[in-house]
């Protein structure tokens, strides 16, 4: 037999989005817009442990016309 990866993606998509980091971030690869979610959260004991800031309260906004986007800032 043969190994398949499951994480192997086929279908090259217009957009990937993944979170975890609890900073909103857009970024490009190949022509895929990257987008990173935030959290909605404050710093937890452990993240203050591990010196790590989040930025809560962010949202991505997509233009699907022009792939222009824009983080809003729900926090202020």
């Known amino acids: 037999g043969y190994d398949i990866d499951p994480l192997f ?3 090259v998509p217009d957009f990937f989005v993944s979170g975890h980091i609890h900073r909103a971030t857009v970024n490009k690869y190949r022509n895929v817009t990257l987008l990173n979610c935030s959290c909605w959260v404050s710093q937890t004991d452990y993240q203050e442990k591990r010196g790590i800031i989040p ?3 962010r949202a991505i906004y997509v233009d ?3 792939r ?4 809003l800032n729900f926090e202020k």
Do not use: G, Q, Y
């Open 68 to 71: 222009k986007t824009k983080i």
């Open 9 to 11: 993606i086929k279908i």
């Open 64 to 66: 699907l016309n022009t």
């Open 55 to 57: 930025e809560p309260a």
